[in-house]
């Protein structure tokens, strides 16, 4: 974490943090729990500065398995959201097309009832899918969510983002997830989220915004 945050305060990334890079994406370095939350901080830092540095090495593959990684154990599996909000921010979408699927699709599977998902993830699950709407615009999320399981956006929302959103805990998540929905529900997207949520046609109740922008 002290790497993480030294690198934060460099205007760029130095050889010595290009060099560490990929020694820290090798399996053996996340055998020790106690390196996990220190390791996922510095390649969240690191993506902020040399995004472009991780896609012309082709490095970003062995991100995504540190993603995967991440998202394997109980205790970790909120990071693994925390990770990829850095990667479809800075990554460019052009490089990320090809995994982008893969990136939704593999936390759902951890959502089922049946395997007892954490609050803590449910909402890092919130909280990625807004961050993303915010940069990549909700008609790209939406297609997203659909290609994975035609007609699953309606369901995402109403059983998962809306929920959950009140759920979320961090004030500057809450503002973003808050925000986000706000965005959609009253911009150009509207017709398209509020079909998503009553795809009957039925005129679906107001959402609260104290519900989803808690203060």
Known sequence: QIMAQMLSFRPAVSEVYSAMFPKLLLPVMWENSANVIGITRFLQVYLEKDPQGIVSSDRLKDLLGAFQKLLVHRSTDFLALDLCRNIVQYIPMSALQQYIKSIFSHPFGKLDPA?????????????????????????????????????????????????????????????????????????????????????????????????????
């Open 115 to 215: 395997k007892h998902p954490t609050r803590r993830f449910v909402t890092a699950v919130t909280a990625f899918h807004m961050h993303f709407v915010l940069i990549h615009g909700f008609q790209l999320w939406a297609q997203i969510i659909n290609s994975i399981n035609a007609g699953m956006l309606g369901t995402f929302l109403s059983q998962v983002i809306i929920p959950n959103a009140v759920h979320v805990t961090s004030s500057f998540d809450r503002r973003l997830v808050g925000t986000a929905l706000i965005r959609v529900a009253l911009g150009e997207d509207a017709n398209h989220f509020f079909s998503a949520l009553s795809p009957t046609g039925a005129q679906p109740s107001p959402i609260p915004a104290a519900q989803i922008w808690p203060s």
